[in-house]
């Protein structure tokens, strides 16, 4: 078992930038792979960034390549995304979620590979 709990969200103009943070209690962070998802107004909640175990491997969404890095620190049981070059349509509830599943050095990119979800934290993009 292992609790979420999302940081950083805020409103930004377009072209800057946020750090979100995700915190996870318990003493096994580092045998969890991890994700970030969104879901903006209206829409399904969609994939952004996965991370491995030990953060050697990651993988992104088509529309966050290059703008954005997802990154984790098994010290601090805490998992970040870096997002720069924000555009309005990068506005949404942003989730951490937790994957018990996919063996080392390799991530979870499904929604139901991931049974430990945060609460979110709202990420507004104004133009």
């Known amino acids: 078992q292992v609790q979420l709990v999302e940081s950083g969200g805020g409103l930004v103009q377009a072209g800057g930038s946020l750090r979100l943070s995700c915190a996870a209690s318990?003493?096994?962070?580092?045998?969890?792979?991890m994700g970030w998802f969104r879901q903006a107004p209206g829409k399904e909640r969609e994939f952004v960034a996965a991370?491995?175990?030990?953060?050697?491997?990651?993988y992104y969404a088509d529309s966050v390549k290059g703008r954005f890095t997802i990154s984790r620190d098994n010290t601090k049981n805490t998992v970040y995304l870096q997002m720069n070059s924000l555009k309005p349509e990068d506005t949404a509830v942003y989730y951490c979620?937790?994957?018990?599943?996919?063996?080392?050095?390799?991530?979870?990119?499904?929604?139901?590979?991931?049974?430990?979800w945060g609460q979110g934290t709202q990420v507004t993009v104004s133009s």
């Open positions: 318990g003493r096994t962070f580092s045998s969890y792979a």
């Open positions: 979620a937790a994957s018990g599943t996919p063996g080392r050095g390799t991530v979870a990119i499904r929604q139901y590979e991931y049974p430990y």
């Open positions: 991370i491995s175990r030990s953060g050697g491997i990651t």
